[in-house]
């Protein structure tokens, strides 16, 4: 069974940092894109980043600067590190994930299978 477990989610003042981990269990595929979506009540989901099998990264044009993706295979682990966070980056964050074809498959916000329960983030001023 594939689970995704998010942590890292708090309150955090405008300006300040926080760093989300995701940690993949009974996900085997030897390619994939794992990333993040983001949902705030009321509001469509929002693609936020991802990541490919080769490190190659993904973010979406309102994080792009301000977010960076990591992973650390050994744990099956991904992270996403948050730095001069905004009251509108306020949001559940999921961590996501889908086989691919390829190790280099552009990772875009489209076909993901997998989902976590979520992290909750909060930006205050």
């Known amino acids: 069974q594939v689970q995704f477990v998010e942590s890292g989610g708090g309150f955090v003042q405008v300006g300040g940092s926080l760093r989300l981990a995701c940690a993949a269990s009974?996900?085997?595929?030897?390619?994939?894109?794992v990333g993040w979506f983001r949902q705030v009540p009321g509001q469509e989901r929002e693609w936020v980043s991802a990541?490919?099998?080769?490190?190659?990264?993904y973010y979406s044009n309102s994080v792009q600067g301000r977010f960076t993706m990591s992973r650390d295979n050994d744990k099956k682990t991904v992270y996403l590190s948050m730095n001069s966070l905004k009251p509108e980056d306020t949001a559940v964050y999921y961590c996501?994930?889908?086989?691919?074809?390829?190790?280099?498959?552009?990772?875009?916000?489209?076909?993901?299978?997998?989902w976590g329960q979520g992290t909750q983030v909060t930006v205050s001023s």
């Open positions: 990541i490919n099998r080769a490190g190659t990264t």
């Open positions: 996501v994930g889908k086989p691919t074809v390829s190790m280099r498959t552009t990772c875009g916000s489209s076909g993901y299978r997998y």
């Open positions: 009974g996900f085997t595929s030897t390619h994939y894109c």
